[in-house]
């Protein structure tokens, strides 16, 4: 006869307690470089999104770039990057080659545009968030008007 314990799975609590947030597991989850890029803030960008928005706290104010956009999805898009700019951006270097930077570009995107025409220019413009397009552009990408 093996005597074979049963383990039991950590709670949420549990597993609460050994994160410092819920976000920090998704940051690692990029595999094309060990920092901070574009592909993992897509995922947290998704994650946020499909989040109700009473659990997020930070954030939730009108940003400085541009003020709250119009439209429920448009709205919810920019929780979410008020969000970033409010808890992940402050703890990473700044990385971002363009003016204004790509947080600053998606505000302003989403309150010009709303979400379809705003979601589409961010995710162009989070293709291209590298030196090399950046130094093409002079460091400089607008927001269409």
Known sequence: MSNTRKTKKPDRQKRAAT????????????????????????????????RPAARMSAGVGDDPAAPRPTGWLATKMYVAVRFYRASISPTQPARCPYKPSCSTYAVQALHRHGAFRGGWLIMARLLRCRPAAARRRGFRDAVPS
């Open 19 to 50: 994160q410092d947030s819920w976000w920090e597991g998704l940051l690692d989850t990029c595999t094309c470089c060990s920092r901070f890029c574009p592909a993992a803030w897509l995922i947290v960008l998704c994650t946020i999104l499909t």
